[in-house]
């Protein structure tokens, strides 16, 4: 059992090692990992979140770092949450060791937490959620949740950031992309990478014309134009995302923190509830249906209603 | 509302028909799905549950296909589910296509259901649960679950089966596949299909002393020469199928329903929690938690914990 009290003091005042301590804490789903996030829950500061995805090769690493950069030089403190579509074997660092690698790796007021999709005991918004919950309370002031926008799960996670940014690059038809994924139409920011090289006018034009066609009497999201490996356009890109964050609504803000607090609820209920199936399946009551359905005494739906009654003290309304 | 007393009598008889009619209301877990499985869980027969599975290219679909034919010349009843590893979008019909389109696609004795191993509301377990509980009330002598074993649910799928056949071919790599799936300590026979290739002999032997050194004391399965193509070796291994399966001891037999059972019971009980959840999570007492949580008048864990005691009428240890 760790200090906690010392634990949550620690991440309060922002101390990269109690972060680190807090993070592994939670990930690994010590003792203690609970106490520590409702202990963490009302210090929760007012952190902006950043949602950024692309394809793969769009760039993003190197912006992400440049968009680091940028920040920093403006005094912000940052959380990275690095969602990577891996395997749930490797532990999905993959992304992560890319970005600790970068120059941002010694700064302590820089502190990434990379993550797989797969393999979350409790799900994805759950583990997003309590390194949000993590990084608030130690004083982020913008909080990064970057994904490659492949799967489906990265993509939801994504659409729970208060802005969201998505990167596109010419001559990847990364259109027909964007549109699959359905990221399009809750862009806040498309950020036109690699726009130095030939195409970008063309991916440009292409691109509003879309969203005037798609977005029709709704504000356009802005599109700027970056060369993250020469770290043009990172200035503009900072500028508008503090330029849209002052435009946007406090209630459309509201609405989305309030959307990623109901995924998470549910992932941690579902976890809550899993956990009484499972001891549900050890106790000896289970091994007796198991018995009286192999002896053709009950039939199995009969068993799990009885046993669902047993868990709840509740009859289930006969439904199919 | 279809006529459950009527199907549940037409599947009882046998009816290619009424078995097709059952399967897919089950499959579309349409209303009164349950109510006809409950009606036809007493009159289950004593089915002999085969799970075969093989590497992609160890030409399953042939040895079945054969193995189809002389069960047949011997009069017995099949049903087939074909656990098919493709993705949730397509429906995993290919494997079944495949064999649909074989001899004995139109003998109303043989019933084929193919279904993706994803995509399962209720989990893999119960669906093939369900199946074979179609099957068994249609008095169906033998049942094939038959999966390619590469992903993890097919496997587990498989080890549920009376006997499991597993298919080697030489020169494909396959013990060290077979190592990897775990299968090697759980096959009850083995099918050294393409036997008359270069290597056949060596892989037997290769095979012979892996499970020497492995099985130690345990008596040695059996391993059954074939070549599908040509239909040789398929009269030995049905042979050998039915001596292994009068040697079983009935403890060992009753003991892999049970399991089979059990699985298929947390599966449904799962199932039924799902319904809960989901029935919370709309509900507008499950919309306060979340404005209380935004509001930081509640933290998550305690919120889920109340939701939990709310379905459960039970209060949970603090556990985590």
């Not at 964007?178 to 862009?187: D, H, L, Q, R, V």
């Not at 956990?275 to 068993?303: C, H, M, Q, W």
């Amino acid at each position: 059992m760790p200090d906690k009290t010392g634990l949550v003091k620690g991440v309060l005042s922002g101390k990269p090692r109690s972060i680190a301590r807090a993070i592994s804490l939670v990930e690994n789903n010590e003792e203690g990992a609970q106490e520590l996030l409702k202990g963490l829950f009302p210090h929760r500061g007012e952190s902006l979140i950043l949602g950024i995805t692309g394809a793969p090769g769009s760039g993003k690493s190197t912006l992400v770092d440049q968009l680091i950069g940028e920040l920093r030089a403006k005094r912000k403190k940052i959380g990275i949450v690095a969602v990577d579509p891996s395997s749930p074997f490797t532990g999905g660092a993959i992304l992560g060791d890319r970005i600790r690698m970068m120059r941002h790796s010694t700064d302590p007021d820089v502190f990434i937490r990379s993550m797989a999709t797969r393999g979350h005991l409790g799900g994805l918004a759950k583990a997003t959620g309590e390194a949000i919950s993590i990084f608030e309370a130690a004083g982020k002031d913008i909080i990064l949740v970057e994904t490659v926008g492949v799967g489906q799960d990265e993509v939801e996670v994504v659409k729970l950031a208060d802005l969201i940014l998505v990167i596109l690059t010419p001559g990847a038809g990364d259109d027909i992309q964007i549109f699959k994924a359905g990221i399009m139409e809750i862009a806040d920011i498309f950020v036109l990478n690699k726009a130095d090289t030939p195409g970008a006018n063309k991916i440009e034009i292409q691109l509003k014309a879309m969203l005037e066609l798609g977005l029709k009497d709704k504000d356009l999201p802005p599109v700027v134009k970056t060369v993250a490996t020469e770290g043009r356009g990172t200035e503009e890109l900072v500028q508008a995302i503090f330029n849209l964050r002052a435009k946007k609504e406090r209630a459309d803000l509201a609405a989305r923190r309030k959307k990623l607090i109901a995924w998470m609820l549910r992932d941690i209920t579902q976890e809550k509830l899993y956990g009484l199936i499972n001891r549900a399946v050890k106790d000896s009551e289970f091994e007796r249906y198991v018995e009286k359905i192999f002896n053709r005494k009950i039939d199995p739906y009969t068993a799990a209603d009885e046993i669902v009654a047993r868990l709840t003290g509740k009859r289930l309304r006969e439904k199919r």
